[in-house]
């Protein structure tokens, strides 16, 4: 059971891939689909993690309404979830508090 991609340790098995991961994206107005994938394909692959591990994304709610976050995410089957600034500051300061 894991969310990386390394190699099994036989040569037959079964990889169980929990949906554990949740990303978080910005983006700049007017980023189309394809490049959002792009660097999402490619920050997943740098660091070893499934794809079928994601389980949402995040982002703040300004982008609610971002035609290119909004079709990428629906292709992948992956909710979207917007946060005010206020809820995205909390997140920071209790991640700096430990």
Do not use: M
């Not at 692959?45 to 794809?51: A, D, K």
């Not at 079928?52 to 079709?71: F, H, P, R, S, Y």
């Amino acid at each position: 059971v894991t969310a990386k991609t390394d190699p099994l340790p036989f040569e037959t098995g079964l990889r169980l891939t929990p949906r554990a991961l949740r990303l978080g994206i910005g983006c700049r107005r007017g980023t189309a689909e394809e490049t959002i994938a792009a660097a999402v394909d490619a920050a997943l692959t740098e660091h070893g993690f499934s794809p079928k591990a994601v389980a949402g994304v995040g982002t703040i709610d300004l982008k609610k309404d971002e035609a290119g976050l909004l079709a990428f995410c629906a292709r992948r089957g992956w909710k979207l979830n917007c946060y005010s600034p206020e809820e995205l500051l909390r997140v920071l300061i209790q991640a700096h508090s430990k």
